[in-house]
């Protein structure tokens, strides 16, 4: 009879704060702002923040072709450029709105929609109180239109769509499966927005794009 094979053993638990000591829930960013994310506060959200963290976030966890990773900033881009090609009147807090549509994602990364379906309401809680804070900073409503939101998820949709077939390895009928039928870009510009920017130049651009659209 063969020995049965060993088990791996567990992590250990890591230990509880001590009693009356709440577990640390906030963040320090380099403005020097602290952000707490059970209860963030408009005043401690700056654009500089945001920014300089979406530009060194990865879409679909780094499993992009190329030397840089595919940002968050970057994204956000598309997906702000791709809703002006299917809305061309977008009112300008519209498109401040679809720009800033994953700048939670500047504290809490960017998960991957699989896991999130796995983990369920505490995330999908965190996100919704921080896009209301940072709504609420740059003077956008705290509940968006639903006109709103649907046009952003559209967007959003269109944007992974294109992400999924020219960065992560998706192939056209998967990615139809599970994205919706291809969007529409000219070519010029699907060459411009989905070759990966550097960190810096990522984050140059998304503060450029803010600025044209808030001033």
């Not at 992590?11 to 963040?27: D, L």
């Not at 709105?97 to 994602?105: G, I, N, Q, S, W």
């Not at 870009?185 to 808030?214: M, T, V």
Request: without cysteine.
């Amino acid at each position: 009879m063969t020995d049965s094979p060993a088990q791996p053993s567990l992590p250990p638990t890591p230990p509880s704060p001590p009693a009356g000591k709440k577990p640390r829930a906030w963040q320090r960013m380099l403005s020097g702002r602290r952000l707490d994310l059970l209860d963030p506060s408009p005043l401690d959200i700056e654009i500089e923040d945001i920014a300089h963290g979406l530009a060194r976030v990865a879409r679909w966890n780094g499993q992009t072709s190329g030397d840089d990773i595919f940002s968050v900033a970057q994204h956000s881009l598309l997906v702000e450029r791709l809703a002006r090609a299917q809305t061309h009147d977008l009112d300008r807090s519209w498109r401040l709105a679809v720009l800033l549509h994953d700048a939670p994602e500047y504290v809490i990364g960017d998960m991957i929609s699989p896991f999130k379906a796995m983990i369920g309401g505490d995330y999908k809680a965190v996100e919704a109180r921080l896009l209301a804070a940072i709504s609420q900073r740059f003077g956008l409503p705290v509940r968006w239109p639903q006109a709103l939101v649907k046009l952003t998820k559209a967007a959003d949709r269109a944007a992974a769509f294109l992400e999924a077939t020219r960065l992560a390895g998706f192939s056209e009928g998967e990615a139809v499966k599970v994205f919706g039928r291809p969007p529409r870009l000219d070519a010029g510009l699907e060459a411009a927005y989905l070759s990966p920017w550097r960190a810096q130049e990522a984050k140059e651009r998304f503060l450029a794009r803010f600025e044209e659209i808030a001033r």
